[in-house]
């Protein structure tokens, strides 16, 4: 467990999962805002991350 510049594509699907719970309970609390739509941009992006680290 050094630090030899390998991302775990596990560490983008938890911070996905992260920024869907944060996306939520803004969209909750405030509606839809800028930062529920930039919350949610950002997990779709991580989640995007994970499937191509994943798979390709």
Same mark, same amino acid.
């Given at each position: 467990m050094g630090i030899d510049g390998? &991302? *775990?594509p596990i560490y983008f699907l938890i #911070? /996905? &999962?992260g920024f869907v719970i944060? /996306? =939520?309970i803004?969209?909750?609390k405030t509606g839809k #805002? %800028? *930062?529920t739509i930039y919350l949610s941009i950002l997990a779709v =992006? =991580? &989640?995007v991350c994970f499937i &191509? %680290?994943?798979f390709y």
């Amino acid at each position: 467990m050094g630090i030899d510049g390998v &991302i *775990e594509p596990i560490y983008f699907l938890i #911070t /996905s &999962i992260g920024f869907v719970i944060l /996306s =939520f309970i803004q969209y909750k609390k405030t509606g839809k #805002t %800028l *930062e529920t739509i930039y919350l949610s941009i950002l997990a779709v =992006f =991580f &989640i995007v991350c994970f499937i &191509i %680290l994943n798979f390709y």
